[in-house]
């Protein structure tokens, strides 16, 4: 059986965080000692904003410095995700404006040349651009083809229109959920029917969920995931912690690929 070599990761900035590009060597590497293929599992389903703040350093003052996507409003910001969260008329100027305190012409050209209208695509167009994933295969949670061959979820979250949005909500007994934050809750009234194109785990079936696709034989962890991934729950799979990178929470700012 050929080695299938997998890593997860959610859009992680337009630019990518060096703990990504650590998987990313990670995967490589071991590649390089057992042949195979490398998949490249992009949870682009996630709704958490943060998850794409792109840290880097002002290179005249030394100032740390976290630029993120902006939204149209406070529903999809919150709760859309990330694959539905749209780009919005002038974001990208604004950063184009910023961005020589940071990364150098080539980079700044990558982002230039970017069009796409979502933030996930944002991102991985960026990526791929970057020559990181060459010769990765990407799939996404987001894809409903995916979702639909994919095992059942026990306890998931459904993408779902309210307010003439796409929202993330959490599947309630009776009820659908948004999370406000605390213990603050917004309920949504369940539809009769929801179909599995449009759910997606959460952290603690996102795994299985994943293999039920994939079947991979070795997989690299970061050091988050540690918190909820259960190794013995999957015999199948060799875990592997991903190598250790200085600044691993900062900007990757290499081009891998001037192609």
């Known amino acids: 059986m050929e ?7 959610q859009p992680n900035g337009f630019f990518p965080k060096g703990f990504l590009m650590a998987k990313i060597e990670t995967a490589r590497k071991l590649q390089k000692d057992i042949g195979g293929k490398v998949v490249f599992f992009y949870h682009d389903s996630d709704a958490d904003y943060r998850e794409t703040v792109t840290l880097m350093k002002d290179r005249a003052t030394g100032a740390d410095v976290r630029l993120n996507f902006t939204q149209e409003n406070k529903l999809q910001k919150k709760f859309s995700p990330l694959y539905l969260k749209r780009v919005p008329a002038g974001w990208k100027e604004e950063i184009l404006k910023q961005l020589p305190r940071f990364v150098d012409a080539p980079l700044i050209d990558i ?5 796409e209208k979502y933030a996930a695509d944002f991102c991985l167009q960026i990526y791929r651009k970057m020559g990181i994933l060459d010769g990765i295969e990407v799939v996404r949670s987001s894809d409903k083809n995916l979702r639909q061959q994919a095992a059942d979820i026990k306890d998931g979250f ?12 959490k599947i309630e ?11 603050r809750y917004t309920y949504i009234d369940k539809p009769d029917k929801i179909s599995k194109v449009q759910i997606t785990p959460g952290a603690d079936e996102r795994f299985g969920w994943m293999q039920s696709i ?12 540690k918190d909820y991934l259960k190794f013995e729950d999957f015999p199948e799979v060799k875990f592997i912690q991903r190598e250790k990178i200085a600044d691993a929470d900062y900007a990757w700012t290499q081009i891998l690929n001037q192609n």
């Open 214 to 225: 994939i079947g991979c034989t070795h997989y690299i962890f970061g050091e988050g995931e």
């Open 158 to 169: 459904a993408d779902i229109e309210y307010q003439d949005e796409i929202v993330r909500a």
């Open 3 to 9: 080695p299938i070599i997998c890593f997860g990761q």
């Open 111 to 115: 982002f230039k040349s970017v069009e």
């Open 173 to 183: 007994s009776q009820k659908l959920s948004l999370h406000e934050g605390g213990g």
